[in-house]
């Protein structure tokens, strides 16, 4: 069946499939429901075969519910946990202050990353001059890289994330 429960996605609108086993009939219909609201009837196949859709509009945890009845009254659910995160994380950068001086070639960049449903497992430190890295997140979404400069002048430095499910911070 799909989608798999507890599933992270940034997908408004996800497809609901799966199969229906009965001993003696396939049941004609299956209802699928969300705890939103949202609720619509498909018709299930000669092979026991369903899909359907359904769409979110607040982010969030979702419970998805999918019933059917047999023609003498026999019925059957399944429940899956869907989490609709269309939010990308958020990036703060604690140090270097912007628009700091100093001497020194190497510096530290550190800060928080945070997102609304998961913590991205990675950051990017890159600056004008080419400079790039890959640096790890902690889980309290905490992150310390260093930078280096050859060349005096203004510099920029870029922090960019994407969470695990594609939405990206710059």
Do not use: M, W
């Not at 001497?103 to 609304?116: L, N, P, Y």
């Amino acid at each position: 069946a799909l989608p798999i429960d507890n599933i992270n996605t940034r997908a408004q609108i996800i497809t609901v499939s799966g199969t229906v086993t009965d001993s003696f009939d396939t049941p004609a219909f299956i209802f699928i429901k969300t705890d939103k609201g949202y609720s619509n009837t498909y018709t299930i196949s000669s092979a026991g075969v369903f899909s359907g859709t359904v769409s979110f509009t607040l982010q969030g945890y979702h419970t998805i519910t999918v019933s059917c009845t047999d023609n003498i009254g026999n019925s059957a659910f399944d429940t899956i946990i869907i989490i609709y995160n269309s939010d990308s994380p958020v990036v703060n950068i604690a140090l270097p202050i912007d628009n700091t001086s100093t001497r020194a070639q190497i510096i530290t960049v550190s800060g928080t990353v945070t997102d609304s449903f998961d913590t991205p497992a990675f950051i990017f430190i890159k600056t004008d001059k080419g400079y790039s890295n890959t640096h790890s997140i902690s889980s309290a979404g905490v992150f310390s890289g260093t930078v280096s400069f050859t060349l005096q002048g203004y510099h920029t430095i870029t922090i960019s994330c994407t969470d695990n499910i594609g939405n990206s911070a710059f």
